[in-house]
């Protein structure tokens, strides 16, 4: 009985010197022992194909603090599900949360947050970017279907598309200037139909002669 309760005294001097060693160690190294209570200080978006059939969902890589704001992907991996069309993201699985398209924007609050792909059997429609005669760059690529009544919002220039002589100055319906236009950050209704919107472009302010020669329209040319 004695060789049992000083036995026991042994094991529980160990527990109690490893312990104190599992604490000093904690404390060297900068950081309390007792991680439970520990607070997350970084949040991270996840996308969720929700059902999908193909494709991949985008991965966002940023460790995002809390307030910072999160530009919304679109489809760049070409997801797909059967009978649907891909509308966009959305904060529930059901659809019945906040809708999100493409390029939207929102403030990341104390938690993770996973968007959903949005999937519909209604009929939905495509925005086509037109670099309209630009020399180089690329014309921005939208990989979201929108049903009739959605928002779509409007990109800039990211791409650098580039007319010599000209400034990009927004999008147009037309490819002669003389529709819509829309500039970046703008939302346009979408119809029922697919829409191409093309690269608008004003002409720069030359001198000739100390005449002032101003281009307003797309392509042309004049002589004072």
Known sequence: ???IFNNSRWFISVIVFLNLIIQLNSCINGSPPDIINSTKLTYTVYYHANGADRGMVPVDNINYQKGDLVTVQGNPY????????FTGWNSQADGNGLNFVQGETFFIGSF???????WSDA?????????NG????VAPLDTTTYEP???VLIPGNAGRLYFPGFSFSGWN????????TYTQGQYMTMGSCDVILYARWIGNIYLYNFYSVAFDTLYSTGVM
């Open 173 to 180: 319906t037309k490819s002669d200037g003389t529709g819509v």
């Open 1 to 3: 009985m004695l060789n």
């Open 149 to 151: 009544g959605m928002r």
């Open 112 to 118: 993770d947050v996973i968007l959903y792909a949005r």
């Open 123 to 131: 009929l939905s429609f495509t925005v086509t970017y037109n670099g």
């Open 78 to 85: 070409n997801l797909s599900k059967a009978g649907r069309s």
């Open 134 to 137: 630009a020399y180089t760059g």
